[in-house]
């Protein structure tokens, strides 16, 4: 087995997209490890190998190990790493993008650090979740009263179809097990939508703090960017899962949100309405460009890297 210090970097080209990958794997009781450019889950049962590159989020939940070796694979592949707790309520991730460009980052600063562009941003996204009302000349209380009502009726409407007694929305972050199948099950569908969401948000280079709706949190761009599937996708998959008894909800959870995940090509939408979100236009990048460093100078010009200007004029 190859040594970290002997692989290559790989380049952007040689990375699965996101758009293309299992959205999220989650593992247990179990040590995770390299052998090559797979890593592998070892347990009572034996060694599975898992392709690196073909992860959106990896969910280590109670029971599991992970070598430097499996930590540094999956960094260099773009995954996100999610440590979750008992339940599923406990998050902590990271990973590297699996873009060299810093395009979609600057284009995400740009709109957030302008007042008017941010809250455009904001409409944008309520008319996105929600495209048969118009947000147009809303402030951020009407949106936030209007998203209220809506994610009210959303719970109202799958209660109905799946039979699942609803009373009202409560999480105890403290007491998981405290709180009802149906509230369980959406607390569930709730994480591993960050995890999914922060996989995409890292694997494009953008920042997870700087939010349109969410403020003040380090992954508030993440929590912005699961809401926008949250009606649609992870309160139908909870309820379903909550729809099938009490035992082993959040399992059942994230097993009917995967395949909601799946068949919907959410990974895929993610990177999509995030680019449209933040007005980013691609440029045709070659391979060339990918690892491109350059300089800053003035009226918005970028000198290339790499050279010394201190004797020569720059234009």
């Known amino acids: 087995m190859s040594t970290v210090s002997k692989c290559a970097l790989s380049s952007p080209w040689e990375l699965t997209r996101v758009g293309d990958r299992v959205s999220f794997l989650y593992l247990e009781r179990c040590t995770v490890h390299r052998d090559d450019n797979a890593i592998t889950a070892t347990d009572v049962d034996g060694v599975t190998h898992i392709p690196s590159a073909t992860i959106g989020t990896l969910l280590l939940g109670p029971g599991t190990r992970v070598t430097h070796q499996a930590m540094a694979l999956l960094g260099e592949s773009g995954a996100a790493v999610v440590w979750v707790g008992e339940h599923g309520v406990r998050y902590y991730a990271g990973g590297r993008a699996l873009t060299r460009s810093s395009g979609l980052l600057e284009a995400q600063a740009t709109a957030w650090a302008n007042r008017r562009t941010r809250l455009e941003v904001a409409r944008d996204m309520y008319r996105l979740r929600f495209?048969?009302?118009?947000?147009?000349?809303?402030?951020?209380?009407?949106?936030?009263?209007?998203?209220?009502?809506?994610?009210?009726?959303?719970?109202?409407?799958?209660?109905?179809?799946?039979?699942?007694?609803?009373?009202?929305?409560?999480?105890?972050?403290?007491?998981?097990?405290?709180?009802?199948?149906?509230?369980?099950?959406?607390?569930?569908?709730?994480?591993?939508?960050y995890g999914v969401a922060h996989a995409v948000v890292a694997a494009l280079g953008c920042s997870p703090g700087l939010g349109f709706v969410h403020s003040g949190h380090e992954r508030?761009?993440?929590?912005?960017?699961?809401?926008?599937?949250?009606?649609?996708?992870?309160i139908p998959a909870a309820f379903d899962a909550a729809a099938m008894g009490d035992d082993d909800v959040p399992t059942r959870t994230r097993r009917a949100l995967r395949d909601r995940i799946n068949k919907s090509r959410l990974m895929e939408r993610c990177a999509?309405?995030?680019?449209?979100?933040?007005?980013?236009k691609e440029a045709g990048a070659t391979a060339a460009d990918t690892d491109r460093m350059g300089l800053q100078s003035d009226g918005g010009r970028v000198l290339d890297g790499g050279r010394n200007y201190g004797d020569e004029p720059i234009w």
Not at 272 to 279: A, F
């Open 131 to 193: 495209p048969e009302d118009d947000p147009s000349g809303h402030t951020r209380d009407d949106l936030l009263r209007m998203e209220g009502r809506r994610v009210k009726e959303v719970y109202r409407r799958e209660a109905a179809r799946t039979g699942v007694p609803w009373k009202r929305r409560e999480y105890h972050r403290n007491d998981f097990s405290s709180a009802d199948a149906p509230n369980q099950a959406v607390t569930a569908a709730a994480q591993c939508m």
């Open 220 to 234: 508030s761009f993440v929590l912005d960017i699961a809401d926008l599937y949250k009606t649609e996708i992870a």
């Open 272 to 280: 999509d309405d995030i680019k449209r979100l933040l007005r980013y």
